[in-house]
């Protein structure tokens, strides 16, 4: 549904309504996956927002001191540079309107983020538990051969979410980066194949008193705090448990004991408890070690890269040397066998040749009295020890 607006930003007269231009920007599910690569890449291209959604290890840059920026404030950037192009009648109203219009916006950026990233670390855990490893990025994923059962394996887990590599690339150098509670818990719109289909509707915007904006007829929540055209200054550190214990000490704060019994009650409630040991306090070499356990997990699936390519490569040598033996070697071994048949033919023909001559000019009874009647004769030259003809 098609919200309007009451602003005396847009309108001359507090009680005239603008309908906002264009269709619906949230409501196109065909650009569902663009949405959610384009979210990526407007991460991916900016170091602010990088820093400010996926904190690295370390001290962050203090906002009070004009660095860093409020994640409610990077949330509603990303959804500018998705949408604002393409819708900006739209954001325009949202940039004087009030603070809950706003929120509805970039906390589905927010919940696309959590989601993102938790199909990252299940995926990631998913690959743990198998042989082909979850240190490897895209390029070294295009170089395995076909036949490679890792490439099938990442196949599987890219078909079920193409966003693993690129989401593993900004959490790398952030492992103390947890998802927070999500922040339009209204919706479930971010939660399916698409991710990203159905982004909030245009809402009924508050009307110039800064009484904040009613639910419209898709069940976006209303903004209760009354802050009319606040800018995007919230933290969006507080989760929702935090929230409503600060209300409720609020609350109590400004109760006034009127009895005896409440009197009791109270004294009964200051009185010592037991002692509760405190927290152990984190050790800031904590991210350290974490830090070098991600680098030693690295290196020993790179070492086991490097065993399985030297098997390769031996197993490939070996192939190479059975096909060398059969077409080079195998050829080569038969040709000599031949030329020495005929080496050995040719001596014993020699060898009879010499026996008929020296029959020839000295007739059988000579020869056969020296060398008998036999051919026998081993190849020995006959001339060598008959004697001369007279």
């Known amino acids: 549904m098609t919200g309007r607006i009451r602003s005396s930003a847009l309108v001359g007269a507090a ?3 603008t309908r906002l231009p264009g269709d619906n920007p949230f409501k196109d599910k065909e650009r569902g996956e663009k949405d959610v690569k384009a979210v990526i890449t407007a991460i991916e291209d900016s170091p602010a927002l990088t820093n400010a959604l996926f904190p690295s290890c370390g001290q962050n840059e203090s906002s009070l001191n004009g660095g860093g920026m409020k994640k409610a404030e990077a949330y509603y950037k990303c959804a500018e540079a998705v949408w604002s192009k ?15 219009d706003r929120e509805a916006v970039w906390s589905k950026v927010k919940n696309l983020l959590v989601w993102l990233t938790k199909e990252t670390q299940k995926h990631k855990k998913r690959m743990e538990g198998t042989r082909s490893g979850n240190e490897m990025t895209q390029d070294e994923l295009d170089q395995l051969p076909h036949d490679d059962e890792r490439r099938s394996a990442w196949g599987g887990v890219l078909a079920e979410f193409p966003y693993y590599f690129r989401m593993t690339a900004l959490l790398s150098d952030r492992p103390n980066w947890e998802p927070v509670s999500l ?6 719109d971010i939660t399916h194949v698409a991710g990203f289909s159905a982004p909030p509707p245009y809402t009924t915007l508050g009307n110039s008193t800064g009484n904040g904006s009613s639910v419209d007829g898709d069940g976006l929540v209303d903004d209760e705090d009354g802050l009319g055209n606040a800018g995007i200054n919230d ?14 000490g609020s609350h109590a704060s400004s109760t006034i004991v009127l009895d005896d019994d409440a009197d009791a009650d109270a004294d009964a409630d200051t009185k010592p408890k037991a002692d509760v040991k405190p927290a152990a306090k984190k050790s800031k070499y904590a991210s350290d070690l974490v830090e070098l356990a991600n680098a030693e997990e690295r290196t020993q699936h790179k070492r086991l890269d490097v065993a399985l390519k030297d098997i390769d490569a031996e197993r ?13 070697l195998g050829p080569k071994a038969q040709a000599a066998l031949v030329r020495e048949q005929r080496k050995s033919e040719n001596d014993e023909f020699k060898r009879k040749m010499q026996l008929l001559e020296a029959r020839e000019k000295y007739g059988d009874a000579a020869v056969n009295e020296m060398y008998g009647t ?10 060598l020890y008959l004697p001369p003809p007279s």
């Open 15 to 17: 009680s005239m309504d």
């Open 235 to 248: 933290d969006d550190d507080d989760s929702d448990d935090a929230k409503k214990r600060k209300r409720r």
């Open 183 to 188: 922040g339009n818990t209204e919706s479930d």
């Open 86 to 100: 393409r819708f900006p009648e739209y954001f325009k109203a949202l940039a004087t309107g009030p603070k809950g």
């Open 316 to 328: 490939a040598r070996a192939q190479a040397d059975e096909v060398h033996s059969r077409h080079v």
């Open 374 to 383: 036999s051919f026998g004769l081993s190849g020995m030259d006959l001339g």
